[in-house]
């Protein structure tokens, strides 16, 4: 290959995605790109293939063994940079997966890569000594996660003086084309314990667990599930303000997508150790409903926090990528970074992450080139669940209550607090079931109230126990608690004094159940000598007696700032 055209490595590049990572860079026409991988057949054949669909384009291949090139085969070369699009990138960090990303430092060529395996990124600043000796820049996760989710949050929550709240979520269509590197790189975590952080803790959830149904604008409703992703620990890690983040996936269909989290209840039970052996027996299922659904696909960012101002502000940004297009969105960061290599500015050396290196208008710049439409939407969230529950009663409760019930504190409050557990075999049993706390005359607790939508999720941990709650509206006076299966009907009595919870009815799924056999409940809430939120809960059993009784009090947690120099402190 002669020319001035700089030349571009791209490892993979016959793979789903190095395809159309190929393909975009050709459509640009700025370099000559190389097609690498270990069968030349079938990287010549991509080759010609997009070499006849862009007219002009400089497209060939070359045999390239990832696990085993050398620092000087690269160099001879003559590259530009290289892109590293086949990974695997769920392998776990710091052994020969970082085999190529240390060949390019070596030759004094800048890398980047799509992965999206988290510890994969986690390990990657182990280059960064190297990368620096070279005067390179060496980036990983140039896709999907964390580089485009990044670039989005910067720019929906630019002058936000908290960030509290991150969900992302990413649904292809069906006919999306799937290989046997993305089908294992699912499988890999799924049933087994994710490190995510929910509601100001750190906890262990099941991969493909957190099971729900959201809609995307344009989409639709899907069901998606927890992923294990590089942002689970970017995101905590970039705004100490952030309680809770969670990255979801999920298959448009319904069948595939219960299918797989019915396949990793084994493995949650650890009757298997994981399903990465099943992969194959997967992927043939996957394809037989290939013609199914659509060929449509989306990406949600939703982030909840503070303005600029202090108060509670929600921003959504959407895309929707139409006719097949969707598979391109992985690639669009690592062509922007390319695009910078060609044409600058320079890229800082060093190894890291690939965030703040392209930003939004970057990659809007690369979705131009397909089908591929995106929307913003900012709003406030409006009154919290029990002011809207109380109406006019609810400014007349004391402040104390007012703050930890009306959104305006920290959203996590922290104290001491009593407990008697009832000795009764059947309220032991339901005591295990819902988690309550154990007994103790002084123990620490931490409260946390997060918003999700009109709802309110309450997790209450007494020494380290945590038991978790839903409440949302019931009408005026009330407020439904469900735990689980089961859902209470909550009185609301209010006054200047305190407010108090009683229950009122109660419920399983949808099936209304005897009021006599209801629990008993005298919860009040009030304030200390000391002025601070007081609480006071007991809960009878018809036919048990005494199931918990706690109390205590609650002091609002300090909120920590985003850092001076965070990017989300930049104008748009």
Known sequence: MSGPLKRVLVVGGAGAFGQRLVAGLAAGGACAVLVGGRDLARAEAVAAGIARAHPGSRVE?????????????????RLAGVVDAAGPFQEAAGGASYGLARAAIAAGLPYVDIADGRDFVAGFPALDAAARAAGVAALTGASSTPALSNAVLD????????????????????????GLSVMRAILSYAGRPVRVRRDGAWEDRAGWGLLTRTRIAGLGPRWVSLCETPDLDILPARSPTI?????????????????????????????????VPFAGLFLTLAGWLGGLGSDRGGMRVRAEGRDGAGAPVRATWTLVAEAGDGPFVPTLPARAVVRRWLHGPPIPPGARACLGVVDLAALEAEMARHRIATATAREAPGAPLFARALGPAFADLPAPVRALHGGDGPGTWSGRAAVTRGTS???????????????????PVRVSVARRGADEVWTRDFAGRRFRSRMRPAGPGAVIEQFGPLAFVLALPADAEGLGMRVAGWRLGPLPLPRALAPVSAARESVDAEGRFRFDVAVRLPLAGLLVHYRGWLAPDPVPALPADSPRDAPP
């Open 61 to 77: 291949a070359v045999r390239l063994d990832a696990g085993t090139v050398t620092a000087q085969a690269l160099a001879d070369l």
């Open 155 to 178: 720019r929906i929550t630019a002058g936000w003086s908290a960030l509290e709240s991150v969900e992302v979520v990413i649904s292809p269509g069906n006919r999306a084309p799937r």
């Open 243 to 275: 309680r809770t983040a969670v990255f979801r996936a999920g298959l448009e269909l319904g069948a595939l997508h219960l299918g797989l989290w019915l396949a990793s209840l084994p493995v949650r039970a650890r009757l298997l150790p994981s399903l």
């Open 425 to 443: 075999p059947l309220a032991g049993l339901v005591a295990r079931v819902v988690g309550l706390p154990r007994a103790g005359a002084d123990q």
